[in-house]
């Protein structure tokens, strides 16, 4: 199972540029996650409409109507494992801990935002993954591969 991870788009409204890496990257993967910061209505309108399998959480920057609409963390199982996702919050370097401990052990991987920077490490058996700031210019997501009997896999993929 391939899982697209993407976070901090900061976008109101789904740009021709994003609206290219979704067509050439997101769309074929089993399930897209948003980490938070979709930001506006319109950009989550569109991963709605788009995608069967999406699934977004709040972050720090989203407002308004987008913030109503989505929780803080979700979990989903995924191919026997245990995926939670949180966006994040408070000084960059303190958010992977914060994220695990919101979380515990009982999950295989933490999937979170915020910091803008990739991330693929372990921590106490609970593998944390941020997939970095989908924005113009020097942004990229994460592809996750998920399969039974197998470590997860993540592998960042750079877009300009």
């Known amino acids: ?9 900061h976008l109101p409204e789904p740009t021709a540029w994003f609206r290219r890496i979704f067509e050439q990257h997101l769309a074929q993967a089993d399930t897209l996650v948003h980490c938070g910061d979709v930001t506006g209505p ?3 309108a569109f991963l709605e409409g788009c995608h069967p399998d999406f699934h977004s ?19 989903l199982n995924r191919e026997g494992f245990r ?10 370097s303190e958010v992977p801990d914060f994220v695990a401990d919101a979380f515990g052990p ?3 991987v933490l999937c979170f935002g915020h910091t803008h920077r990739f991330t693929w490490a ?3 058996g ?10 113009e210019g020097d942004g990229s997501f994460a592809l996750l591969t998920l399969e039974r009997g197998r470590e997860p896999e993540a592998r960042q993929i750079l877009v300009s």
């Open 106 to 108: 009982d999950y295989d």
């Open 122 to 124: 372990s921590r106490d």
């Open 83 to 92: 995926l939670g996702v949180m966006h994040g919050y408070g000084p960059r």
């Open 1 to 9: 199972m391939l899982i697209a991870v993407i976070s901090d788009t």
């Open 126 to 135: 609970v593998r944390l993954l941020n997939p970095g700031a989908l924005q």
């Open 42 to 44: 319109g950009l989550l």
């Open 57 to 75: 959480v709040c972050g720090n920057m989203c407002a308004g109507p987008v913030h109503s609409r989505l929780s803080a963390r979700l979990s």
